[in-house]
């Protein structure tokens, strides 16, 4: 494989950005390679700067659940363009947006639209903190929730694969209203509850945590996860930024019929541009400006750009009846390619992640015995058979509507005949 022009733009690109990159794991820092400078994709095929073309399973870290340059989002975004890029100003199609996401996420009575997960969940945690007037947050060992201060602690994937457990340059006073709890062990969250029940305005969680590469919610934890937020009335937020739209259409908790109090959305919503939204119980987001006291805004919030891209991707996403079926039986056939291949899977719909480890992955602790190395050489294995997979073992696969059958049979052919290294 020549990466020769991938080469020459990493280290001009190197001159200019931190590590060259814009977000750390594209850096492909853990497993032993410079990254490819990506030129095009369409359908389920990118391919990089060299003409090098790859199945591609990280499909932007989720949002291409239908494939690349899906023709109804590119046409809407074609057609949104000719009306100007960004008013600043109330526009329609806002209004088209949130309804649409409201008919699929019944519990955002009321919602917001931002540009990013990250920004979606520090003003979602604003709000609920603004309405409980409670101050402490429970988190997950292992969930990321973006890169606002307050939520980089054990922050999971782009973290792990750098192996830095908590990012510098946060001081501790930022912090120090996270609480950290353990995924899929509701005692730890029991405990933090007694300790300081009174001070804690919410729970947030990943649904089916996909930030330290997959690990599902045990039966009944998400449950338990409502009934005692109810008990000590704080709020449950849903970080469906993968989750919404990826599971079902709506989202995890139609997936698991938990119905949380706030939910986060970004990646698939945006249909590829940014945009992100936070909404929930109509007596909650009424705390956020102009209506309360809970401070939001955004000059390129609800954009009309992204917004049409958000509308087309939902759209098709509805005229897609066996989407869900289509993912699930797709992604199935690449986990049983893995088992056969004697590898320690986990699966939640159509987001996998193989765990270089022997013990069952339910937690960050779990997680972390996996061996970086081992998936480096499975991920170089993939990519110079002409797969793209997510270049770090905290991450996900992702299965898009667009993988091809023939697609699905090579790639589990070619997981099947893998030999550890
Ligand atoms: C990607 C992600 C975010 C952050 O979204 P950005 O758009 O990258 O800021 C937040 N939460 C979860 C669960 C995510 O996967």
């Given at each position: 494989m020549i990466t020769a022009r991938s080469t020459e733009l990493f280290a001009k690109a190197k001159t200019l950005m931190p590590g060259g990159v814009?977000?750390?794991?594209?850096?492909f820092g853990s497993v032993g390679r410079e990254p490819l400078f990506i030129a095009s994709s369409h359908g389920d095929r990118i391919t990089d700067a060299d003409g090098n073309e790859f199945i591609d399973f990280v499909c932007s870290w989720g949002p291409d659940i239908l494939g690349h340059a899906h023709p109804a989002v590119t046409d809407a975004v074609r057609r949104a363009c000719e009306n100007g890029l960004t008013y600043g100003a109330c526009h329609e199609g806002e209004i088209i947006l949130a309804e649409k996401i409201q008919s699929h996420?019944?519990?955002?009575e009321l919602m917001r639209l931002v540009n990013s997960g990250t920004e979606a969940v520090m003003s979602a945690v604003r709000a609920a903190r603004g309405y409980t007037k409670r101050s402490k947050i429970v988190k997950f060992a292992g969930?990321?929730?973006?890169?606002s201060d307050g939520l980089l602690?054990?922050?999971?994937s782009g973290l792990l694969t750098g192996s830095i457990p908590d990012s510098a340059g946060v001081p501790a006073g930022f912090t120090e209203s996270t609480l950290l709890a353990k995924y899929n062990d509701i005692v730890s969250v029991q405990a933090l509850f007694e300790r300081y029940g009174g001070d804690i305005a919410a729970v947030i969680v990943?649904?089916?945590?996909?930030?330290?590469?997959v690990v599902p919610p045990k039966d009944g934890f998400l449950q338990a996860l409502r009934d005692i937020t109810a008990e000590y009335g704080a709020l449950l937020i849903f970080?469906?930024?993968?989750?919404g739209f990826r599971l079902s259409a709506g989202g995890a908790q139609e997936y698991y019929g938990i119905t949380p109090d706030m939910t986060v959305l970004g990646k698939i919503v945006g249909g590829g541009m940014p945009l992100a939204a936070y909404g929930g119980k109509r007596e909650i987001m009424e705390q956020v400006a102009p209506l309360g006291a809970v401070y939001q805004a955004g000059t390129?919030?609800?954009n009309p750009i992204a917004t049409s891209a958000g509308i087309a991707a939902i759209t098709a996403i509805e005229q897609t009846p066996d989407l869900y079926s289509e993912l699930d039986r797709k992604t199935a056939l690449l986990e049983n390619a893995a088992k056969s291949a004697g590898l320690n899977v986990n699966r939640c719909g159509s987001l996998m992640t193989v765990f270089f480890t022997g013990t069952p992955v339910t937690d960050y602790e779990s997680a972390v015995t996996a061996d970086r190395t081992q998936y480096a050489h499975f991920f170089n294995y993939l990519l110079e058979k002409g797969i793209y997979a997510a270049?770090?073992?905290?991450e996900a696969m992702f299965v898009s509507y667009a993988h091809t059958d023939e697609d699905i049979a090579k790639t589990a052919e070619i997981i099947a005949n893998y030999r550890k290294g």
């Amino acid at each position: 494989m020549i990466t020769a022009r991938s080469t020459e733009l990493f280290a001009k690109a190197k001159t200019l950005m931190p590590g060259g990159v814009n977000s750390p794991v594209r850096a492909f820092g853990s497993v032993g390679r410079e990254p490819l400078f990506i030129a095009s994709s369409h359908g389920d095929r990118i391919t990089d700067a060299d003409g090098n073309e790859f199945i591609d399973f990280v499909c932007s870290w989720g949002p291409d659940i239908l494939g690349h340059a899906h023709p109804a989002v590119t046409d809407a975004v074609r057609r949104a363009c000719e009306n100007g890029l960004t008013y600043g100003a109330c526009h329609e199609g806002e209004i088209i947006l949130a309804e649409k996401i409201q008919s699929h996420f019944p519990s955002m009575e009321l919602m917001r639209l931002v540009n990013s997960g990250t920004e979606a969940v520090m003003s979602a945690v604003r709000a609920a903190r603004g309405y409980t007037k409670r101050s402490k947050i429970v988190k997950f060992a292992g969930c990321y929730h973006g890169h606002s201060d307050g939520l980089l602690v054990r922050g999971g994937s782009g973290l792990l694969t750098g192996s830095i457990p908590d990012s510098a340059g946060v001081p501790a006073g930022f912090t120090e209203s996270t609480l950290l709890a353990k995924y899929n062990d509701i005692v730890s969250v029991q405990a933090l509850f007694e300790r300081y029940g009174g001070d804690i305005a919410a729970v947030i969680v990943e649904p089916c945590a996909a930030n330290m590469g997959v690990v599902p919610p045990k039966d009944g934890f998400l449950q338990a996860l409502r009934d005692i937020t109810a008990e000590y009335g704080a709020l449950l937020i849903f970080d469906e930024v993968i989750t919404g739209f990826r599971l079902s259409a709506g989202g995890a908790q139609e997936y698991y019929g938990i119905t949380p109090d706030m939910t986060v959305l970004g990646k698939i919503v945006g249909g590829g541009m940014p945009l992100a939204a936070y909404g929930g119980k109509r007596e909650i987001m009424e705390q956020v400006a102009p209506l309360g006291a809970v401070y939001q805004a955004g000059t390129l919030s609800g954009n009309p750009i992204a917004t049409s891209a958000g509308i087309a991707a939902i759209t098709a996403i509805e005229q897609t009846p066996d989407l869900y079926s289509e993912l699930d039986r797709k992604t199935a056939l690449l986990e049983n390619a893995a088992k056969s291949a004697g590898l320690n899977v986990n699966r939640c719909g159509s987001l996998m992640t193989v765990f270089f480890t022997g013990t069952p992955v339910t937690d960050y602790e779990s997680a972390v015995t996996a061996d970086r190395t081992q998936y480096a050489h499975f991920f170089n294995y993939l990519l110079e058979k002409g797969i793209y997979a997510a270049p770090s073992q905290f991450e996900a696969m992702f299965v898009s509507y667009a993988h091809t059958d023939e697609d699905i049979a090579k790639t589990a052919e070619i997981i099947a005949n893998y030999r550890k290294g």
